[in-house]
């Protein structure tokens, strides 16, 4: 088992302080922390504490580090990607692709000479994810049934004209409707919700169980960055808004549109950087590859619950790539860390500990690389929470 340090990644959505106070690392004022990446993902890239960089480590020894089971499955990369999020602000609404539309979209991309601001598809691999709460955690995950949708543009007057695109066609010829308006066009739909909500927002009588306040989160942001109305602002009314209470999982597939609004939480995932967005950030929209990738079915954010498995608690997900497994250690209590035909990476989400009995203690925002069919074992010195993302194999 070898120490790795997290790359971060400043996107203008993060907090400051989660992750700077959750890894101890020291970090120029001001400057949004987003997210930690543990992974090998050329985006962001971790290091060994000597500062090589994890893909360089693994190349040294691709069999020895990765294992052949692993290589043969997933190619000479890991499987997932692990990382932890603060959310401040809400994050684009969001679509991953399926392993196959990845690889179509991919090949098609490449051929094509596009900036890489606007390519939708980064790599050829699906991005399917699982995050687990470590605060409240407020998002956008799904469509709302046809009964909650038509029940909201009856009660809302300046939706009206969206009923008959929505009777017609369903959920997706709404949201086709909606994303070929113009700012003007979309104008007199949003105006009246933001005129009537936008009092009881700043004066914080909306709770944020309620999707009006994300709504007026959403348009006060795009008016003080000076941006037009978007389609994505009346998207927040038409999806599911989910409140996760810490340490709540959901898990989110392909197709599934979904936004995080705000809170801290781990997100696993396949090993990719795919995204196509619906809005509510300045990022690129590509409606046409957009629409023919979102799953327009109603539904709702299932919770799942883990099942004990190796003395850890492990969160079931209908994927092969990526694997969570919570253990909880008291002081004083150790551990033999399950040998794995493949790689996993371990994050200490609080405590302290030592490995292997030697002379040193890592705390809270540690992470570590365990290589196939190695055995180390922990040592509590404190009440520990530590996470393995692995691959199954
Ligand atoms: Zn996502």
Known sequence: MIEIKGIEQH??????????????????????????????????VATLTNGIPLTDWMAADY??????????????????????LDVKAPLSIQVHPTKKQAEKGYDLEQGLSIEPSKRNYKDANHKPELMLALSDFWLLHGFKSEKEITALLSK??????????????????????????????LAPLIMPIVNRYLDAYQENRLSKNNAYFWMMR???????????????????????????????????????PHAYLEGQNIELMANSDNVLRAGLTSKHVDPKELLSIVNFDPVKAESISPIAKDGGLEYPVPVNDFCLTEYRLQAGESLSLPENPGPCIWFVLSGEMTVNGQDKYWR??????????????????????IYRSSAKL
Request: glycine share 12%; hydrophobic share 40%.
């Open 11 to 44: 996107y203008d959505w993060g907090g400051e302080f989660y992750i700077p106070l959750l890894t101890g690392q020291e970090h120029a004022s001001g400057e949004p922390m987003a997210e930690l990446w543990l992974g090998d993902h050329p985006n962001g």
């Open 364 to 385: 809270n925002g540690s992470a570590f690389y365990q290589e196939p069919g190695n055995t180390s074992t922990i040592y509590a010195q404190t009440e520990l929470v």
């Open 156 to 185: 809302e007057e300046s939706l009206e004209s969206l009923l008959s695109p929505f009777t017609e066609g369903g959920t997706k010829q709404l949201v086709s409707y909606i994303f070929a308006l113009s700012a003007s066009e």
């Open 218 to 256: 959403a348009y006060m942001r795009a008016a003080s960055a000076n941006a037009q109305l978007e389609a994505g602002l009346l998207m927040v009314l038409l999806l599911n808004l989910c409140y996760v209470a810490k340490g709540g999982v959901i898990f989110q597939d392909a197709g599934i």
């Open 63 to 84: 069999q020895g580090r990765l294992g052949d089971s692993c290589i043969k499955h997933y190619g000479k990369r890991l499987p997932f990607l692990l990382k932890v």
